[in-house]
């Protein structure tokens, strides 16, 4: 069974300018989440989708960033303009349901702003 | 707010002994808890968990305790390998009439096994 895949896994970009990350669960997985991982912290969440639809955004800075999963398979998430303090490892991961508990994980997309 | 804490930031052990860390968490909602393990450049997996209505769980060389009146939950290795080196992350779930889950991490601790 293939795992969460995730891309690219570096990025570089200067502050203001835009990134977007891409991620496709395992397959069959109906939840979707993103994560922010800073240097030194546990992984936030910042969204979580069940299928196509948002479940939880309550820690995503709306301002700067945004989800989609349009098709309840692959997400992307995007940051514009990015800010220094947005440097971090981006985590996707994915479960059967909304309910499962356990959760896989992508290997991460590393950030970083300058 | 922290909710999970993982007070040791880093552990050293020797190769064949135990290896324990610890999590304390606040939120008294919190029904199942999780650890997961993290090597450099890759994502984390998931270890062991242990639901809020037991108070122990055992997986080979892996065992969760947990304590809810001190709201406290530890992981013990035995015996310890230089393979386990790792980040090691809490992780507590509050369900919210089963609807979804979400999960809460700690700051996660670097353990060493020494060969």
């Known amino acids: 069974e293939a795992g969460v895949a995730q891309s690219p896994r570096y990025k570089i970009i200067e502050k203001r300018q835009s990134v977007a990350f891409w991620c496709n669960p395992i397959?069959?997985?109906?939840?979707l989440y993103w994560y922010q991982q800073i240097l030194g912290q546990g992984p936030k969440l910042l969204i979580q989708?069940?299928?196509?639809?948002?479940?939880?955004d309550s820690q995503l800075p709306k301002d700067r960033f945004s989800a989609e999963r349009l098709k309840g398979v692959d997400s992307t998430l995007k940051i514009q303009p990015a800010k220094l303090e947005d440097s971090a490892v981006y985590l996707c991961?994915?479960?059967?349901?909304?309910?499962?508990?356990?959760?896989?994980f992508g290997p991460g997309t590393r950030l970083t702003v300058t | 707010d922290q909710q999970v804490k993982q007070n040791s930031p880093s552990l050293s052990v020797q190769e064949g002994r135990i290896s324990i860390l610890n999590c304390d968490y606040t939120?008294?909602?919190?029904?199942?808890f999780l650890w997961y393990k993290k090597y450099p450049a890759e994502g984390p997996t998931f270890l062991i968990s242990?639901?809020?209505?037991?108070d122990k769980n055992e997986d080979g060389r892996f065992t969760v305790f947990l304590n809810k009146s001190a709201k406290h939950l530890s992981l013990h290795i035995v015996p310890s390998q230089p393979g386990d080196s790792a980040v090691y992350f809490c992780?507590?779930?509050?369900?919210?009439?089963?609807?979804?889950?979400?999960?809460?991490f700690g700051t996660g601790t670097l353990l060493a096994v020494q060969p």
């Open positions: 989708f069940q299928n196509n639809g948002v479940v939880d």
């Open positions: 991961a994915s479960s059967l349901t909304s309910a499962s508990y356990e959760q896989y």
């Open positions: 397959s069959g997985h109906a939840t």
């Open positions: 992780a507590a779930s509050a369900s919210y009439g089963g609807a979804t889950n979400k999960l809460i």
């Open positions: 939120n008294s909602m919190f029904d199942y």
């Open positions: 242990i639901s809020s209505i037991k």
